[in-house]
C-alpha cells in the first residue's frame, strides 16, 4: 500500500512494513537458470561465469558510461522497457492460451 505513512506488503494474508534498504540475495547451483519475465523485470541476475563476450560488455559499458554517459542512461532505460514488453507479452500469451482453451470447439 502507498500512502502518506510508511508502505506495507501484503504477504499472505498477512500486511508488513515494507523497508526500503531491505535486499533479498538468492543464490541457484544451475548453469542456467530460466526466470519468468516478471522475475527478470524486477530483479538484477549476476551470473558469474565470465566470457570473453561478458567482459567485452562490461568494459564497453563503462567507457559508454565514461564517454557519454547519457547514452549509457538511455540504454538501460531501454533494457528496462525491454523487460516490461517481455512481461506484458507473456501475461497476453497466457491470457491467449486461456482463451482458446476455454473456447468451443
Same mark, same amino acid.
Given at each position: 500500500?502507498?500512502?502518506v505513512?510508511?508502505? #506495507?506488503?501484503?504477504?499472505g /494474508?498477512? $500486511?508488513? %512494513?515494507?523497508? =526500503?534498504?531491505?535486499?533479498?540475495?538468492?543464490? *541457484?547451483?544451475?548453469?542456467?537458470?530460466? #526466470?519468468? /519475465? &516478471?522475475? =527478470?523485470?524486477?530483479? @538484477?541476475? +549476476?551470473?558469474? !561465469?565470465? @566470457? /570473453? %563476450?561478458?567482459? $567485452?560488455?562490461? !568494459?564497453?559499458?563503462? +567507457?559508454?558510461?565514461? &564517454?557519454?554517459?547519457?547514452?549509457e &542512461?538511455?540504454?538501460? !532505460?531501454?533494457?528496462?522497457?525491454?523487460?516490461?514488453?517481455? +512481461?506484458?507479452? =507473456?501475461?497476453? $500469451?497466457? %491470457?491467449?492460451? =486461456?482463451?482458446? *482453451?476455454?473456447?468451443?470447439?
Amino acid at each position: 500500500k502507498r500512502g502518506v505513512g510508511p508502505m #506495507f506488503l501484503k504477504l499472505g /494474508p498477512d $500486511e508488513i %512494513e515494507y523497508d =526500503s534498504k531491505f535486499q533479498l540475495y538468492l543464490q *541457484s547451483k544451475l548453469v542456467n537458470p530460466h #526466470f519468468r /519475465p &516478471e522475475v =527478470s523485470a524486477q530483479c @538484477t541476475v +549476476v551470473n558469474f !561465469i565470465v @566470457t /570473453p %563476450e561478458g567482459l $567485452e560488455e562490461q !568494459i564497453l559499458a563503462l +567507457v559508454v558510461n565514461c &564517454e557519454k554517459p547519457q547514452l549509457e &542512461e538511455e540504454k538501460q !532505460i531501454l533494457v528496462r522497457r525491454q523487460n516490461e514488453f517481455k +512481461v506484458v507479452l =507473456s501475461r497476453l $500469451e497466457d %491470457e491467449l492460451l =486461456s482463451q482458446l *482453451s476455454a473456447a468451443d470447439p
